[in-house]
């Protein structure tokens, strides 16, 4: 097996989902394993997850739906995107749940599912959950159409609405302005439900906390939330009562696979940025910005080598990285090298590093890197 590999420790994932579990007492959670579970597998995730306790899933497209289905998951599957009408008699086929907030797409399901042959739960209303926009300004209605569109949706015989939902845009801050913000998304979202109710309307399951709210807005919990970084290990907040006592689940590593010595004055690989101050000794790691290591992070990211940091050095190229294992070096080749990892520098602080957030990190170690699961 090639050398630079992705741990997935699924013990980690679990121990998140019970630290969640922990904080928010009674909800559901909803486990998002869109964009292939945050880049982590979106299979083993999702299967771990159910088994630790989630009780649904969200993906973000139809063919991300079909791989669970697939692989034999049949919890619900949210669908948090719209997808393109020639898409809905997949959708229908493997009973996907979206996210609906207009009559034209509502009317585009419903005329679907009555030419849709009888799916696994035969004609039994197909559920949907109606997308509030209350301040995230992404998809949604507004919060004063909620009550119609509820309406329209339990019109249709043949749809159920088995949900209502926001999202926020600034759960994860703690300044006042945001604070305030996510106050007020809330307050909007909770007229509009009361709206729905009043209508003499069941709005089902009533979401939405992201993992910043699930850690700091409590008011925010309802009947389900929906955490994703948090699951991934990656609190929002770092300290404080709502930090999240979670841990990552991706350990990025790989290995020496050439050792070399440097004069002094020598150069190390493309535009000659970083010169030799000294006799070295280098690491060539066969892990490059095609693999999804930030090419922006050259010269700025230490790996971690048999309990030591040791700095990259020059630009990161497409398929190898080199590291500086200093003058009188005492790592061997072979060795193994973590790049970031739980227990150590983490997909978060290498996110401050290049200026993204965690979330793009992990999302983009590609494929060619393997994932190997444990735990
Ligand atoms: C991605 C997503 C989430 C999870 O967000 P995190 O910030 O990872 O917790 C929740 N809800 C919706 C609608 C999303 O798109």
Request: proline share 7%; charged share 20%.
């Amino acid at each position: 097996m090639r050398a630079t590999r992705a741990i997935i420790h699924l013990d980690n994932l679990r121990q998140n989902i019970r630290v969640v579990r922990e904080r928010i007492g009674f909800p559901l959670i909803c486990l998002p394993v869109k964009a292939d579970a945050y880049g982590h597998g979106a299979v083993p995730v999702a299967r771990a997850g159910l088994e630790a306790g989630a009780d649904c899933l969200a993906v973000a497209a139809v063919d991300e739906g079909a791989e669970l289905r697939e692989a034999g998951i049949d919890a619900p599957i949210l669908l948090f995107t719209l997808p393109l009408p020639e898409e809905l008699p997949r959708l229908i086929a493997l009973h996907l749940t979206p996210f609906v907030f207009d009559r034209e797409f509502i009317r585009l399901l419903a005329d679907a599912l009555e030419s849709a042959l009888p799916g696994p739960k035969g004609r039994q209303p197909f559920p949907v959950h109606l997308k509030i926009d209350t301040g995230m300004g992404r998809a949604g209605c507004r919060p004063e159409e909620a009550p119609d569109l509820a309406a329209f949706i339990c019109r249709q015989k043949n749809l159920e609405l088995a949900g209502v939902a926001t999202h926020l845009a600034a759960s994860d801050s703690t300044t006042e302005d945001d604070i305030g913000w996510t106050k007020t998304q809330l307050v909007r979202f909770r007229e509009a439900v009361e709206g729905i109710k009043a209508g003499g309307l069941h709005p089902g399951i009533v979401h939405a906390a992201n993992s910043g709210a699930t850690a700091l807005h409590e008011d925010a919990w309802f009947d389900m939330v929906r955490p994703g970084i948090a699951l991934y290990g990656y609190s929002p907040f770092k300290d404080g009562p709502a930090a999240l006592p979670v841990k990552p689940i991706m350990e990025l590593s790989t290995q020496i696979v050439s050792i070399k010595h440097i004069k002094q004055g020598e150069s190390v690989s493309y535009g000659r940025t970083w010169t030799a101050a000294e006799d070295t000794t280098i690491g060539i790691l066969p892990l490059g910005y095609g693999d999804g290591l930030p090419r922006s992070l050259s010269g700025k990211w230490k790996v971690r080598m048999e309990g030591g940091l040791y700095p990259l050095i020059g630009r990161i190229c497409m398929d190898q990285c080199m590291v500086n294992l200093g003058a009188g070096a005492k790592i061997p080749r072979w060795a193994k090298a973590c790049i970031f990892g739980p227990g150590m520098q983490d997909a978060a602080d290498m996110a401050a590093v290049t200026g993204t957030i965690p979330y793009e990190i992990t999302c983009n170690i590609n494929k060619r890197v393997k994932r190997i699961y444990e735990g």
